[in-house]
T-cell receptor, first 113, second 115 residues
Framework: KNQVEQSPQSLIILEGKNCTLQ??????????LRWYKQDTGRGPVSLTI???SENTKSNGRYTATLDADTKQSSLHITASQLSDSASYIC????????????WGAGTKLIIKP | DTEVTQTPKHLVMGMTNKKSLKCEQH?????MYWYKQKAKKPPELMFV???????INESVPSRFSPECPNSSLLNLHLHALQPEDSALYLC??????????????FGDGTRLSIL
């Protein structure tokens, strides 16, 4: 069964600190993996998208890694800011051209001053 | 501001009302989507339009009726909804698969409450 599991479910860190969010998936075949940020009451915003041949991709203070062999991905946030408080969702696309996406349940991140 | 615009932002309606949700994008995307998102859950796919034609209906009840008048607009017509239909309704768009691994662009949604 295609699944995406994220950990931790929630995380609280102090402003300025770094953190890493985890994503494990059992989706096959695999086309790409996306990380989205969703602020409360807003739509998801794409942070990174990686195909199986990419190991890392950065977007400002966000760096995503992908290990297609172990089917694991991580999202590292550097020097966190209050505006980073949001849900971070890992999403896997099973194959190119397939509209179906497998969504993780998300990690709720809270940045405290 | 997002590149996908949804109106209204909030909607409260009774179970006997008829209303419509609207979505608009001007990025030239030819695939458009409707999602339903309940609190603290990931979005659930409802409908997919490809080149203005309905390509996927995820077994959505007929009280939800999608419409794609042109390549920039997507509507969701609502009729005789139930209280459990209260949720955030998200619209998204993306270039078709032939244009590479592009992410979906989401609007900020319509918060729907059924009384």
């Amino acid at each position: 069964k295609n699944q995406v599991e994220q950990s931790p479910q929630s995380l609280i860190i102090l402003e300025g600190k770094n953190c890493t969010l985890q994503c494990n998936y059992t989706v096959s075949p695999f086309s790409n993996l996306r990380w989205y940020k969703q602020d409360t009451g807003r739509g998801p915003v794409s942070l990174t998208i990686m195909t199986f041949s990419e190991n890392t991709k950065s977007n400002g203070r966000y760096t995503a890694t992908l290990d297609a062999d172990t089917k694991q991905s991580s999202l590292h946030i550097t020097a966190s800011q209050l505006s980073d408080s949001a849900s971070y969702i890992c999403v896997v696309s099973p194959r190119v051209g397939n509209y179906q996406l497998i969504w993780g349940a998300g990690t709720k991140l809270i940045i405290k001053p | 501001d997002t590149e996908v615009t949804q109106t209204p932002k909030h909607l409260v309606m009774g179970m006997t009302n008829k209303k419509s949700l609207k979505c608009e994008q001007h990025m030239g995307h030819r695939a458009m989507y409707w999602y339903k998102q309940k609190a603290k859950k990931p979005p659930e796919l409802m409908f997919v339009y490809s080149y203005e034609k309905l390509s996927i209906n995820e077994s959505v009840p007929s009280r939800f009726s999608p419409e794609c008048p042109n390549s920039s607009l997507l509507n969701l017509h609502l009729h005789a909804l139930q209280p459990e239909d209260s949720a955030l309704y998200l619209c998204a768009s993306r270039p078709l698969p032939g244009q590479g691994n592009q992410p979906q662009h989401f609007g900020d949604g319509t918060r729907l409450s059924i009384l």
